[in-house]
């Protein structure tokens, strides 16, 4: 069963048996992903990652606006990624580039993207099987497959892979007006 961001925060403050591990899942990529975009290094990124499930774990009865868990999560996950590539320069005798000067907060066009992404991977998440492949076959994987190719993969006769198309798309659709 889906659960908005609100019921989630809400169970995590309740205490409810798993709504941690479901936080974690659906927001540890988007986490993990900011880190590495920024430059930083799997044990780096690691190291961001716990600091920021921390600071959720600690914050999280203070936040304002639940809707806003990925907004917040962004953010938080910018600052921590700045401290940890300033940390870890110091560790090495270095300073951090002018690159990084603003990288501590994220500006409202890169939370925008970033929570629309989020957003996009929740949707595909509570997709069928055979409609987040289809989906991923069209758009995510890096080589361009014709239709026979995605025809074959998924094991449906070619005629058909438009119309499963369009439906899929109607399905995301709904599931993104939902989020």
Same mark, same amino acid.
Not at 120 to 146: G, H, N, Y
């Given at each position: ?20 591990? @479901? ?5 540890? +990529? !988007? ?6 975009? #920024?430059?930083? %290094? ?9 600091? @920021?499930?921390?600071?959720? #774990? $600690?914050?999280?009865?203070?936040? $304002?606006?639940?809707? *806003? #868990?990925?907004?917040? !999560?962004? $953010? ?13 320069? $110091? ?19 890169? @939370?925008?993207?970033?929570? +629309?992404?989020?957003?996009? *991977? ?7 099987? +055979?409609?987040?492949?289809?989906? +991923? ?17 998924? %094991?449906?006769? @070619? ?14 659709? *709904? ?5």
């Amino acid at each position: 069963m889906y659960r908005s961001d609100q019921e989630l925060v809400q169970a995590c403050l309740a205490g409810e048996a798993g709504a941690w591990d @479901v936080l974690v899942e659906r927001y540890g +990529r !988007l986490v993990y992903s900011i880190p590495t975009r #920024l430059g930083l %290094g799997e044990s780096d990124a690691d190291d961001v990652f716990q600091s @920021v499930m921390s600071i959720v #774990l $600690r914050y999280l009865p203070s936040l $304002r606006d639940e809707a *806003r #868990l990925s907004a917040w !999560l962004i $953010r938080t996950t910018y600052r921590e990624s700045w401290r940890q590539a300033k940390e870890a320069k $110091r560790r090495r005798g270095q300073t951090l580039d002018e690159s990084w000067a603003d990288s501590g907060t994220p500006t409202d066009t890169q @939370v925008v993207r970033l929570e +629309r992404q989020q957003q996009v *991977r929740q949707a595909m998440d509570q997709l069928d099987e +055979r409609c987040a492949r289809l989906i +991923r076959a069209f758009f995510f994987d890096t080589t361009t497959a014709s239709y026979e190719e995605i025809a074959a993969e998924l %094991g449906m006769p @070619v005629g058909s892979v438009g119309p499963t198309r369009a439906r899929c798309f109607k399905k995301l659709e *709904r599931l993104l007006s939902d989020i």
